[in-house]
């Protein structure tokens, strides 16, 4: 398996795969779709995705908050790919940008189930509990330096 990340441009070919592959794997199985108003908020938002030659495999978001917090958005690996390390991949290449964009915190809600995927790569529960699209989830955290 060769897996390449990198960043994508919002709007084309790439990116419309991304949107396949976030309906596929996070809204589909919820009976959820994503609006246009929904899609048309993330233009300012920091698109990431991994391939597997022309293949999207999986996928990242990143979202500026302020100068200092991120927020992780939207990761999602095919189920093909899920346990084989790319969405790790897709996790610490986010950090890397983060950094040298200098930010100094990432937060993210993740689902329960995901919860524990994050503990691994360093990422703290904050708070209680909640619901969100339906699933239990937990705000998560981690501070600079995150790699
Ligand atoms: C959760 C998800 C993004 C993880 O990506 P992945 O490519 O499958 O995970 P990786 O192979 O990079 O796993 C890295 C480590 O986390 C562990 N891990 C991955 N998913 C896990 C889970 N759900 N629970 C516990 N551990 C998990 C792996 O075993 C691996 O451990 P290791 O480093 O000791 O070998 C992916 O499985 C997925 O898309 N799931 C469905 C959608 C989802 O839940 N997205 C997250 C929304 S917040």
Redesign the pocket.
Known sequence: MNIEIKQIAFGGTEHKKEIELRHK??RQPLGLQYTQEQLDSEKDEFHFAAFEGDKLV?C?LMKAIDNKEMKM???????D???????????LFSEKFATEKGFSLIT????K?????????GYKIVGNEFTEVTLS?FKMKKERPFV
Do not use: M, N, S
């Not at 958005?73 to 189920?79: F, G, I, L």
């Not at 993210?108 to 689902?111: G, I, K, V």
């Not at 919860?115 to 790569?121: D, G, M, T, V």
């Open positions: 794997i996070l999986g990242l958005r939207q990761v999602a690996v095919d189920e790919y899920q346990g084989k390390g790319v969405g790790k991949a897709l996790v993210l809600h993740a689902r189930t995901a919860a524990p995927f994050y503990e691994k790569l989830h």
